[in-house]
């Protein structure tokens, strides 16, 4: 796919889950990469739906009813970061002005995988200017029975460990990265309301009470609107050995398909937005 380019930017898609493949502002990269044939490390600007990070066992239960997902993730028995960030989307829809701005629309149809009998419309929108690459997911439930879901997207930014999260609580994991407690921030190691270095401290954890919708990593931000997304993983690459830090904005915090916390339960027919921008800090 050609590259998208506007107001300073440019950026790679990849139709392999729809992802940011690439990012820079003017010659400096904002995002990890990844060969255009791949693979893909560690889901680097992939789209997670429908749901973010991990359902425990790869079990819930919803509506009355027991499913059993894959196990993505069968070194500690979950279903990891839904069931699109590995396929391939259609290209429905690519433009560019030059040095103006530039789109590009991918659609995909999530239909009753295994665990997940639940039909789902689910489109992608990478919109780049001068405010940088801004991403919008649409999901449409298309099937006759309510259906559970949930979303983030898993950038790695790069430029540098100072890393800012304005958030007010953490959630605490067990080995197995599963919800344990929810926290206050003041009271553990991951409070980054101020900016501060992240070396040396292994964060691989979901914070909410946001009281704003941005993450500031070294010389790059993200941003959301908190009341849409009002979880955000964050992932120091340190500890994995790869570069970057990776922020995802999420719906709902890990485990939501057995908790149901801040878990969104789409009707037939019913739809949900939202957006995030990256750009240089």
């Given at each position: 796919?050609?590259?998208?380019?506007?107001?300073?930017?440019?950026?790679e898609?990849?139709?392999?889950?729809?992802?940011?493949?690439?990012?820079?502002?003017?010659?400096?990269?904002?995002?990890?990469?990844?060969?255009?044939?791949?693979?893909?490390?560690?889901?680097?600007?992939?789209?997670?739906?429908?749901?973010?990070?991990?359902?425990?066992?790869?079990?819930?239960?919803?509506?009355?009813?027991?499913?059993?997902?894959?196990?993505?993730?069968?070194?500690?028995?979950?279903?990891?970061?839904?069931?699109?960030?590995?396929?391939?989307?259609?290209?429905?829809?690519?433009?560019?002005?030059?040095?103006?701005?530039?789109?590009?629309?991918?659609?995909?149809?999530?239909?009753?995988?295994?665990?997940?009998?639940?039909?789902?419309e689910?489109?992608?929108?990478?919109?780049?200017?001068?405010?940088?690459?801004?991403?919008?997911?649409?999901?449409?439930?298309?099937?006759?029975?309510?259906?559970?879901?949930?979303?983030?997207?898993?950038?790695?930014?790069?430029?540098?460990?100072?890393?800012?999260v304005?958030?007010?609580?953490?959630?605490?994991?067990?080995?197995?990265?599963?919800?344990r407690?929810?926290?206050?921030?003041?009271?553990?190691?991951?409070?980054?309301?101020?900016?501060?270095?992240?070396?040396?401290?292994?964060?691989?954890?979901?914070?909410?009470?946001?009281?704003?919708?941005?993450?500031?990593?070294g010389?790059?931000?993200?941003?959301?609107?908190?009341?849409?997304?009002?979880?955000?993983?964050?992932c120091?690459?340190?500890?994995?050995?790869?570069?970057?830090?990776?922020?995802?904005?999420?719906?709902?915090?890990?485990?939501?398909?057995?908790?149901?916390?801040?878990?969104?339960?789409?009707?037939?027919?019913?739809?949900?937005?939202?957006?995030?921008?990256?750009s240089?800090?």
């Amino acid at each position: 796919m050609p590259p998208l380019a506007g107001g300073g930017y440019t950026a790679e898609i990849s139709p392999r889950g729809a992802a940011l493949r690439r990012l820079r502002h003017g010659e400096r990269d904002l995002v990890t990469t990844w060969p255009e044939e791949g693979p893909v490390p560690y889901y680097a600007g992939t789209i997670l739906a429908p749901w973010p990070n991990r359902v425990a066992g790869g079990r819930y239960t919803f509506g009355g009813e027991e499913h059993r997902l894959d196990l993505s993730e069968p070194e500690r028995g979950n279903a990891l970061h839904g069931l699109v960030a590995t396929a391939d989307w259609r290209v429905a829809e690519w433009l560019a002005a030059e040095d103006d701005h530039a789109f590009v629309r991918l659609t995909h149809t999530v239909g009753h995988a295994p665990g997940y009998p639940f039909t789902l419309e689910l489109e992608v929108v990478h919109r780049l200017d001068a405010h940088g690459l801004t991403t919008t997911l649409t999901a449409v439930n298309t099937g006759d029975r309510p259906a559970p879901y949930g979303c983030a997207p898993h950038p790695w930014l790069l430029g540098g460990d100072v890393l800012q999260v304005p958030a007010e609580r953490v959630l605490l994991t067990d080995e197995a990265l599963l919800p344990r407690s929810l926290e206050d921030v003041a009271a553990t190691p991951y409070d980054f309301r101020k900016a501060r270095a992240s070396g040396g401290i292994d964060v691989d954890h979901a914070f909410t009470g946001l009281t704003a919708g941005e993450v500031v990593a070294g010389g790059a931000r993200i941003t959301w609107d908190p009341a849409v997304l009002p979880w955000v993983q964050v992932c120091t690459g340190e500890q994995l050995g790869y570069r970057g830090i990776a922020v995802e904005p999420m719906t709902c915090p890990p485990g939501a398909f057995n908790s149901g916390d801040d878990l969104v339960v789409l009707d037939p027919g019913d739809r949900h937005e939202a957006s995030w921008t990256i750009s240089a800090a």
